[in-house]
């Protein structure tokens, strides 16, 4: 009997669910969750990405309304200081774009490391664990190279404008950590319009629909 009543329930609140979608749909309004009640959600944090927001700001757009100048040559030393050591396996052998000046190299380090810290807490971790992410396991590495990606993009030989992380450098971040947020968060590439305390909009875009390695973004998922 119990067995018969809870199927019951959850017919009509998938029912209902279902209702509700269509009745979204069909207004024009985006949907936002899931009609699967049983759907669980897993490493799903805000931002849902690592490094995708700053203070409730695109930090991939911020990026891409700056002047940046390519700096030909290593930028980091690896026997320099701990947020140098965080980002030299992924920066050390490439070219990288700066934006102007060596405080401005250092605010994108702490930048880069603070987005990693952040995603790490987010997600319940101690960063004093995983200090030396290389050595972990493919989850906390595609934390720390999409936050290294992001503040840190590849220079670019045609353009000096920023490039974004390679959409695979995304998706394989959201496949190691088994992210599931039950809903349409977990887009890499999208696009859609802000609005600003002044009344104003932005365009906000995601990660560039490009599989890396690519000319046209940044970083690789390997």
């Given amino acids: 009997m119990a067995a018969r009543t809870f199927r019951a329930a959850l017919v009509l609140l998938t029912g209902r669910l279902v209702h509700a979608t ?3 749909s069909e207004s024009g309004s ?4 899931t009609t699967d009640p049983l759907c669980i959600q897993h490493n799903c944090v805000n931002p849902v990405m690592p490094a995708l927001e700053e203070f409730g700001s695109n930090v991939l757009t ?3 309304t700056k002047p940046w100048n390519c700096l030909e040559g290593r930028l ?3 026997d320099a200081d701990s947020k140098t050591v965080f980002l030299r396996a992924n920066l050390s052998s490439q070219d990288r774009l700066l934006a102007d000046g060596g405080a401005t190299i250092k605010t994108q380090m702490q930048r880069a490391v603070n987005s990693y810290v952040a995603h790490l807490m ?3 971790k101690d960063f004093f664990d995983y200090k030396k992410p290389w050595d972990h396991d493919e989850c906390i590495q595609a934390i720390w190279k999409l936050s290294c990606y992001t503040h840190f993009p590849r220079c ?5 404008s920023y490039l974004r992380p390679c959409v695979n450098t995304c998706t394989g971040y959201l496949n190691q950590c088994k992210v599931n947020c039950c809903d349409e968060g977990t887009s890499c590439v999208f696009h859609h319009k802000r609005k600003l305390a002044d009344g104003s909009f932005i365009d906000d875009e995601g990660y560039a629909n ?6 046209l973004c ?4 390997s």
């Fill in 22 to 24: 269509k009745v979204s």
């Fill in 30 to 33: 985006p949907v936002a969750y």
């Fill in 62 to 64: 911020e990026y891409s």
């Fill in 76 to 78: 980091i030393d690896p």
């Fill in 122 to 124: 987010a997600l319940g």
């Fill in 156 to 160: 670019s030989k045609k353009t000096e």
């Fill in 210 to 215: 490009h599989d890396g390695p690519s000319p």
């Fill in 218 to 221: 940044t970083g690789d998922y």
